[in-house]
T-cell receptor
Framework: KQEVTQIPAALSVPEGENLVLNCSFTDSAIYNLQWFRQDPGKGLTSLLLIQSSQREQTSGRLNASLDKSSGRSTLYIAASQPGDSATYLCAVSPTSGTYKYIFGTGTRLKVLA | KAGVTQTPRYLIKTRGQQVTLSCSPISGHRSVSWYQQTPGQGLQFLFEYFSETQRNKGNFPGRFSGRQFSNSRSEMNVSTLELGDSALYLC?????????????FGPGTRLTVL
């Protein structure tokens, strides 16, 4: 059974720091992995999608890497800003054609001005 | 291009009632998925529809049901509401389904059961 874990559960950093959020999954057989952010009480905003054949994806100050064999993904945020404060979620899609995502528990990030 | 829309945004119901939530996907997207989000369980998959067919269903009781229309709009229904059904219900759309394309989420419907 696929399980997705995100560490740390919460993180508080001063503005301007570079930071890394971690996502681990127990079954390396995945189609893709997607990173989202969620602001309090809101829906999810897609950040990056990494297909299983890719190693990383970049968008602006965000970079996500994927190591399928070790069951890990990291989201790197450069030069953090207070507007980056949110909960960050990773989700994996199993290869069994289930048409669903299995979500991690999220990392709650607070960037202090 | 308009994003995923969900209606209503907030609902308050009492135990035993039933509720219907609606989701309109991004134009051109044929896959619609539903998720339940609670503080204790996080995000849990409910079901997924593509071209009016349910392709997968999560581990939820039969009180939870859904359907998809020919224009790809989707509804989910919860009958005989329980206190534990209080949650944020999120709808996501993609072109052909999770695992193949990027998924885009709507703002959610906040359901409170009293």
């Amino acid at each position: 059974k696929q399980e997705v874990t995100q560490i740390p559960a919460a993180l508080s950093v001063p503005e301007g720091e570079n930071l890394v959020l971690n996502c681990s999954f127990t079954d390396s057989a995945i189609y893709n992995l997607q990173w989202f952010r969620q602001d309090p009480g809101k829906g999810l905003t897609s950040l990056l999608l990494i297909q299983s054949s890719q190693r990383e994806q970049t968008s602006g100050r965000l970079n996500a890497s994927l190591d399928k064999s070790s069951g890990r993904s990291t989201l790197y945020i450069a030069a953090s800003q207070p507007g980056d404060s949110a909960t960050y979620l990773c989700a994996v899609s199993p290869t069994s054609g289930t048409y669903k995502y299995i979500f991690g528990t999220g990392t709650r990030l607070k960037v202090l001005a | 291009k308009a994003g995923v829309t969900q209606t209503p945004r907030y609902l308050i119901k009492t135990r035993g009632q039933q509720v219907t939530l609606s989701c309109s996907p991004i134009s051109g997207h044929r896959s619609v998925s539903w998720y339940q989000q609670t503080p204790g369980q996080g995000l849990q998959f409910l079901f997924e529809y593509f071209s009016e067919t349910q392709r997968n269903k999560g581990n939820f009781p039969g009180r939870f049901s859904g359907r998809q229309f020919s224009n790809s709009r989707s509804e989910m229904n919860v009958s005989t509401l329980e206190l534990g059904d209080s949650a944020l219900y999120l709808c996501a759309s993609s072109q052909t389904g999770a695992g193949y394309n990027e998924q885009f989420f709507g703002p959610g419907t906040r359901l409170t059961v009293l």
